[in-house]
């Protein structure tokens, strides 16, 4: 059974807009950093967002900023990414991920870091 569960992939135009969801059955995630990371076919796994753990701290990948936005909802049990003004360059599986050591207002956007991953979702961008 995955730990972590995505789901609100899809296919939209250039310029639309997709929100992913991360929820667990297993993770309090509110006292969890959670990753969102990406992995196009042929390509590596790539950070694009992070949450802290105890202070909401957010990071974004340079290629995304601006554009994207991660939080919480506490009462869902769930970390979202919304995707605004999707581009060519961001279809891919996208996984979210969390991790037990780390911890405070840091969080981190290598993908070796976290032990805990979900199946992924795949997001496609085509007119």
């Known amino acids: 059974q995955a730990q972590l569960v995505e789901s609100g992939g899809g296919l939209v135009q250039p310029g639309g807009s997709l929100r992913l969801s991360c929820a667990s059955a297993?993770?309090?995630?509110?006292?969890?950093?959670v990753g969102w990371f990406r992995q196009a076919p042929g390509k590596e796994r790539e950070g694009v967002s992070c949450?802290?753990?105890?202070?909401?701290?957010?990071y974004y990948a340079d290629s995304v900023k601006g554009r994207f936005t991660i939080s919480r909802d506490k009462r869902k049990n769930t970390v979202s990414l919304q995707m605004n003004d999707l581009k060519p360059e961001d279809p891919a599986v996208y996984f979210c991920?969390?991790?037990?050591?780390?911890?405070?207002?840091?969080?981190?956007?290598?993908?070796?870091?976290?032990?805990?991953w979900g199946q992924g979702t795949q997001v496609s961008v085509s007119s």
């Open positions: 949450i802290s753990s105890s202070d909401g701290s957010t």
């Open positions: 991920a969390t991790d037990d050591y780390i911890v405070g207002t840091y969080c981190d956007l290598v993908p070796d870091e976290y032990d805990y």
């Open positions: 297993r993770f309090t995630l509110d006292y969890y950093a």
